[in-house]
């Protein structure tokens, strides 16, 4: 049945806000990690005293051209920053240094995955803005505690077209923008700790309209659930205030997690005045066509790039390709060992149901994996060349070879007796044995059901605890059961 809803389109940009995992901070040499007791990564620069200078990290630039390079975006060769002046607790300068006139990279686009096929979400440009201190209003009913720590971190703020139409396209743009990120190791995206925050920009119209409606600003969502459930939320609000005969008027809301609720932030805030001009502390940085090559030449291969590979040339599924891809450290591990045992398939499989569900479950990194690729490749050898049954292999030689990582794959086998074995006189006793065993099902075999040789080759296997050659049992089985 359709309804009111169905008739309206919904648009979608965001500001996301990705945390630079710099060493220091954007215009000091405090420490810029997360965490650490509150207000203790503050010098006098930090807490804004008077006097003090910025002196610009040039890590955040690089990390902005990287983000450029990989979104296909233009980058701008005269790159100059802005004062943007407000007043609150958590912001001791009185300003935020950010980029009002010439951002890093303007353009760019990234592929995301949608129920209507693969569609390019272009970015508008990418920024950068130290960040400010936080403000607690929780932990005491008649104070505010203030924590500077975070005070002038860099972020890059990528602004996104109004490309975007719902709430589950809005998670895949953002699962990929932090696959990216993470992959070129400018940010550890982890929304929990607000590496990755959102404005999401949303308005709805009636579908077939070619102008866009009167949008609202949701800001400073945390996480991806969040962002749906907002849009969810204003989007409804929207469509009912249109339909009622009222009109949306643009604004800043706040979203409340708690109550799945959007709410005006104060009108004060709304209608802010920033008063940008030009710092003039900070000359403007002029980035030579040499440099940008350099950098460009230095970018590791994109998950889309690999992606491509390990689909083409490799012949993966979509579905292994895109797991394989997911992080660049277990795309890494996968190529090496696809280097050393050319079997792709057979790697992806180990890959995706034994390595990874193991660094999981360990909570390890890939790179602390036990076992040397050399060795997992000849794991793989074992079982393409037919000498230890897969099953087998999997579920008694792999947590055998993560315990003794320096015992050959062989060996083990051997040791656990696990070794197929084609020899004529050990099959045929098997057989023989099993035809014995079942004689109605061999009169019913030799009637034309057909399907019962799964059944026999079943028990020789279990007979011969999955050391009989399946190939070689195979055929000796149809020989026997055709007289
Ligand atoms: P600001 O006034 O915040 O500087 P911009 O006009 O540059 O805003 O847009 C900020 C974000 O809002 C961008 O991501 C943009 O794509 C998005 N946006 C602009 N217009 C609309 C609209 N009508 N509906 C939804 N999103 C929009
Ligand atoms: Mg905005």
Known sequence: MSTIYDQYETVIGLEIHIQLNTNSKAFCGDDAHFGGAPNTHVSAISLGHPGTLPRLNAQQIKSAIKLGLALGSEINSVNTFDRKNYFYADLPKGYQITQDNQPFCRGGSVMVKTINGERAIRTHHIHMEEDAGKSIHDLDPNHSFIDLNRAGVPLL??????????GEEVEAYMLAMRQLVRYLDISDGNMDEGSMRCDVNISVRKKGETTFGERCEVKNVNSMRFAKRAI????????????SGGKVRQQTLNFDPETGVTSPLRDKEDAHDYRYFPEPDLPP??????QIELWKSELPA??????????KEHQLSDYDATILTEERPVAVFYQKLAELNGNYKAVANLMI???????????IHIQEFPVPVNSLSDFIQLIVDGKVASAMAYQRIFPKLIETPNETPLSIAEQLHLIQSADEDFLMTLVKEVIEKNPQKVAAYQKGKKGLIGFFMGEI????KGKADPKATNQLLGELLRK
């Open 353 to 363: 149901n034994k390595i990874r569900p193991y660094i999981q479950e360990q909570k």
């Open 461 to 464: 296997m279990r007979a011969s």
């Open 285 to 290: 940085v002029h980035l030579s066509n040499e």
């Open 232 to 243: 969810q939320y204003e989007v409804k609000r929207q469509i009912d205030l249109i339909e």
């Open 157 to 166: 703020e990528i602004v996104t077209e109004p490309d975007l139409r719902s």
């Open 302 to 311: 994109l998950p889309k790039e690999l992606y491509a590979k390990f689909t």
